[in-house]
């Protein structure tokens, strides 16, 4: 067989043997990617029946497969790690792990490695030895007996795998490494595409764990293709902000498990180290009289109740179009509230510049937060605090009416735990039945303080007394 290069659009896939600026099918600019393929020798109709009759693979039953659920997870000792990957790392499996420099990847993965300790293998493309063995020491973890290869050329990675035999490779980072088959610089959408296939075959072939480190872009998405996500098994996203202490690991696509939970960790200068409890550590210990324009809200992140507190800042604009700035929530979700409550609430916000800020930097994406946003912006625009001891949640419709959210028992009893008092949620349907839901610290239920209304109009009349 023989090698040929060909450039393939990453965007529609169209194949030319040349790179070209502009791809005739789908017009995009600046796609095409140099890939390596094997051209197969061209024979004739009369040669390919005097060849032997190619054996077909051996299928099997689903009932003939063994049950793995659950079954043969490496524990990484780091139990917010392991609650997101669905129990510990499958054998076999490729994870791949982004998120914008200096979030913690490195860090986290090597207080794994130092766990798991002999067996494991680090393959940095990024740091030389002593680099990684000075992180390392930082974090306690020199003397754990897991070994280092600083290197990017697949070739010589693959065959120290396939020499060492480790349990767990850790790739830092996979656009640093290039196959020596194609010609385009490391981190390009080929060199991605290839040097990711390969590692998955091995991978999948000799039962070795892959812990692959992705960059992100700008816009916060791992870099290189698309497909890429689509080939390993776990995708993991570190998110916060590098100036906040505080740490959320996400999985985005989870083969083995849910993609529901999150880890949640504080960077300390001895490492990652794991947040019990997420509520008492986003919220606020405000002493006193609460301001105007802060609301407690609380999310559900898979099975794990979590306290945020939402800020909000509403002031006369000097513009002819208002402003709406969001941090930790998104743009277009707030522009909607502030609609609904114009439209809905008989607030007037059209010449008003809204800010909408989530402490701790925080990331909020669940519509249970709607509820707490919304209060935010009815408490700074009246200049009224909400309640002392109240929190809320529910998701707003454009009608102005509140929905029920799943988990509402698990919920109340995370913001009774806590201590508030007073909670406002939408209706529930079962007619606002909460077994197990209201129990406070002393074991008595407090039903009385669950306030359910129906509009969102209610719900600001009621926090805003």
């Given at each position: 067989?023989?090698?040929?290069?060909?450039?393939?659009?990453?965007?529609?896939?169209?194949?030319?043997?040349?790179?070209?600026?502009?791809?005739?099918?789908?017009?995009?600019?600046?796609?095409?990617?140099?890939?390596?393929?094997?051209?197969?020798?061209?024979?004739?109709?009369?040669?390919?029946?005097?060849?032997?009759?190619?054996?077909?693979?051996?299928?099997?039953?689903?009932?003939?497969?063994?049950?793995?659920?659950?079954?043969?997870?490496?524990?990484?000792?780091?139990?917010?790690?392991?609650?997101?990957?669905?129990?510990?790392?499958?054998?076999?499996?490729?994870?791949?792990?982004?998120?914008?420099?200096?979030?913690?990847?490195?860090?986290?993965?090597?207080?794994?490695?130092?766990?798991?300790?002999?067996?494991?293998?680090?393959?940095?493309?990024?740091?030389?030895?002593?680099?990684?063995?000075?992180?390392?020491?930082?974090?306690?973890?020199?003397?754990?007996?897991?070994?280092?290869?600083?290197?990017?050329?697949?070739?010589?990675?693959?065959?120290?795998?396939?020499?060492?035999?480790?349990?767990?490779?850790?790739?830092?980072?996979?656009?640093?490494?290039?196959s020596p088959e194609l010609s385009g610089a490391?981190?390009?959408?080929?060199?991605?595409?290839?040097?990711?296939?390969?590692?998955?075959?091995?991978?999948?072939?000799?039962?070795?764990?892959?812990?692959?480190?992705?960059?992100?872009?700008?816009?916060?998405?791992?870099?290189?293709?698309?497909?890429?996500?689509?080939?390993?098994?776990?995708?993991?996203?570190?998110?916060?902000?590098?100036?906040?202490?505080?740490?959320?690991?996400?999985?985005?696509?989870?083969?083995?498990?849910?993609?529901?939970?999150?880890?949640?960790?504080?960077?300390?200068?001895?490492g990652m180290v794991e947040v019990e409890d997420?509520?008492?550590?986003?919220?606020?210990?405000?002493?006193?009289?609460?301001?105007?324009?802060?609301?407690?809200?609380?999310?559900?992140?898979?099975?794990?109740?979590?306290?945020?507190?939402?800020?909000?800042?509403?002031?006369?604009?000097?513009?002819?179009?208002?402003?709406?700035?969001?941090?930790?929530?998104?743009?277009?979700?707030?522009?909607?509230?502030?609609?609904?409550?114009?439209?809905?609430?008989?607030?007037?916000?059209?010449?008003?510049?809204?800010?909408?800020?989530?402490?701790?930097?925080?990331?909020?994406?669940?519509?249970?937060?709607?509820?707490?946003?919304?209060?935010?912006?009815?408490?700074?625009?009246?200049?009224?605090?909400?309640?002392?001891?109240?929190?809320?949640?529910?998701?707003?419709?454009?009608?102005?009416?509140?929905?029920?959210?799943?988990?509402?028992?698990?919920?109340?009893?995370?913001?009774?735990?806590?201590?508030?008092?007073?909670?406002?949620?939408?209706?529930?349907?079962?007619?606002?039945?909460?077994?197990?839901?209201?129990?406070?610290?002393?074991?008595?239920?407090?039903?009385?303080?669950?306030?359910?209304?129906?509009?969102?109009?209610?719900?600001?009349?009621?926090?805003?007394?």
């Amino acid at each position: 067989m023989v090698t040929r290069t060909l450039y393939v659009c990453s965007n529609c896939g169209h194949e030319t043997p040349k790179w070209l600026g502009r791809c005739p099918d789908c017009g995009e600019w600046s796609t095409f990617a140099e890939e390596a393929r094997e051209s197969k020798k061209a024979v004739g109709f009369a040669e390919r029946a005097t060849r032997t009759k190619r054996v077909g693979g051996r299928t099997m039953s689903l009932d003939e497969v063994p049950p793995v659920e659950g079954e043969g997870r490496t524990d990484t000792g780091i139990s917010e790690l392991d609650r997101v990957l669905g129990g510990g790392i499958v054998p076999g499996s490729m994870v791949l792990v982004g998120g914008e420099p200096g979030v913690g990847k490195s860090t986290l993965l090597l207080q794994v490695m130092g766990y798991l300790g002999e067996g494991c293998l680090m393959v940095s493309g990024e740091e030389s030895p002593r680099q990684v063995a000075l992180s390392a020491r930082r974090l306690g973890v020199e003397g754990r007996g897991f070994r280092v290869l600083s290197e990017t050329d697949l070739d010589v990675i693959e065959a120290t795998i396939i020499e060492e035999r480790p349990s767990v490779v850790v790739v830092d980072s996979i656009q640093t490494l290039y196959s020596p088959e194609l010609s385009g610089a490391p981190g390009g959408v080929g060199q991605v595409r290839e040097c990711a296939a390969r590692l998955m075959r091995l991978a999948k072939s000799e039962g070795i764990s892959m812990v692959l480190v992705g960059h992100v872009t700008k816009d916060g998405s791992i870099a290189g293709p698309r497909v890429l996500e689509h080939m390993v098994d776990t995708v993991l996203q570190f998110e916060g902000d590098r100036f906040q202490s505080f740490r959320v690991l996400r999985a985005l696509k989870n083969r083995f498990g849910s993609t529901n939970e999150v880890g949640v960790f504080e960077m300390t200068g001895g490492g990652m180290v794991e947040v019990e409890d997420p509520s008492a550590f986003f919220l606020s210990r405000r002493e006193g009289k609460i301001p105007p324009g802060v609301a407690t809200v609380c999310l559900l992140e898979g099975t794990r109740p979590m306290l945020v507190e939402i800020e909000s800042l509403v002031a006369p604009s000097p513009l002819a179009v208002p402003r709406r700035v969001a941090n930790g929530v998104d743009t277009g979700r707030v522009n909607m509230l502030c609609a609904v409550l114009s439209r809905r609430a008989g607030l007037s916000l059209q010449d008003h510049d809204v800010y909408v800020n989530v402490t701790g930097g925080v990331r909020v994406e669940e519509p249970a937060a709607d509820l707490g946003v919304a209060l935010a912006i009815a408490s700074a625009l009246r200049d009224r605090p909400v309640g002392k001891g109240t929190a809320c949640f529910g998701e707003v419709g454009l009608t102005g009416d509140l929905r029920f959210v799943s988990g509402a028992p698990r919920r109340v009893s995370e913001l009774l735990k806590m201590g508030f008092g007073r909670i406002i949620k939408p209706e529930s349907a079962s007619g606002g039945s909460l077994e197990g839901a209201s129990q406070s610290k002393n074991g008595k239920a407090r039903e009385s303080s669950l306030i359910e209304v129906g509009t969102l109009e209610e719900a600001v009349a009621v926090a805003l007394l």
